[in-house]
């Protein structure tokens, strides 16, 4: 961090002087990409929301980790999550309810049980309105080396399995066919999804989350001609989007996970002016 904190230093932006400004820049810088590439993958997996219901369940493993006075209850977020996105494979796998039935099914369960775990025995649940908005100037230099770990075993994921989870999303027995285990694939992306997820609630937060994880992949989607432009094009929105929401919050003094959002909104909406231009 030492070396990051000097570069940050050498360059004149008032924007990077106090640490924690630098921090969030560098988490943002490592996040962004993170959420282009699982983007695409969740797009063209028809798993829009599928996000959604996994920041439902993360809040539910936060509650159950602070009910037993566990130091850090992300961890314990975590475990809950991919548990929760591995029995969700399992039971897509074994059922004959669309993927958006069980998706809801699963959200709206999740979120109940975590209302109930906080609330209960008259708990208040203030203490976790921060994981609903979220707070990306508090992350510490420890949760950014695990997010340049995450990052890394993404891009790993995405080189290994980014094709099969294409053909698997568009045409699950052809992938079969050869060779391609549809199950277990979809059940390793699940779980990658809830790792992501969960680490980056407590920084964009649990109700605009969703938003960051679909947007850049839908966006790429307007106006990508080729699966190398729509996995770039995806992680460039994101990195774009990602700075100028940072940089946003700070000059207005809002929230920097809703600035983020509407940026790769705004994005979204002119790729797709371009897209009904090109038609």
Not at 100 to 122: K, Q
Not at 125 to 145: A, C, H, M, Q, R
Not at 246 to 252: E, P, T
Not at 261 to 276: D, E, G, N, W, Y
Request: with cysteine; net charge positive; aromatic share 12%.
């Amino acid at each position: 961090m030492s070396l990051w904190y000097a570069i940050c230093d050498a360059l004149p932006l008032d924007i990077l002087h106090w640490n924690f400004m630098k921090n969030a820049f560098l988490a943002v810088l490592l996040m962004t990409p993170l959420f282009g590439l699982m983007s695409t993958m969740i797009v063209t997996g028809k798993m829009s929301f599928f996000s959604d219901a996994l920041g439902h369940s993360a809040f539910t493993g936060i509650a159950i980790g602070a009910i037993f006075g566990i130091a850090s209850p992300t961890w314990v977020a975590v475990a809950f999550s991919a548990f929760f996105a591995l029995l969700f494979s399992y039971v897509r796998h074994r059922s004959n309810q669309a993927a958006d039935t069980l998706i809801g099914v699963f959200s709206s369960t999740a979120v109940a049980l975590g209302i109930f775990i906080a609330t209960f025995n008259g708990n208040s649940f203030t203490k976790y309105n921060k994981y609903l908005i979220g707070d990306i100037l508090s992350v510490t230099p420890g949760e950014i080396g695990i997010l340049g770990l995450i990052l890394l075993a993404v891009v790993i994921f995405w080189v290994l399995f980014s094709n099969k989870m294409s053909l698997s999303s568009i045409h699950p027995q052809l992938a079969s066919s050869r060779g391609v285990s549809v199950g277990i694939t979809q059940a390793v992306f699940t779980t990658a999804i809830a790792i992501v997820v969960t680490l980056a609630i407590s920084w964009v937060g649990l109700l605009i989350l969703n938003s960051l994880m679909v947007l850049p992949g839908a966006t790429s989607r307007n106006i990508a001609k080729n699966l190398k432009q729509y996995h770039l094009f995806s992680v460039v929105f994101a990195l774009i989007s990602g700075i100028a929401g940072l940089v946003l919050s700070y000059f207005l003094g809002v929230s920097a996970g809703a600035s983020i959002s509407l940026v790769m909104a705004l994005f979204f909406a002119i790729s797709f002016l371009f897209r009904k231009v090109g038609r």
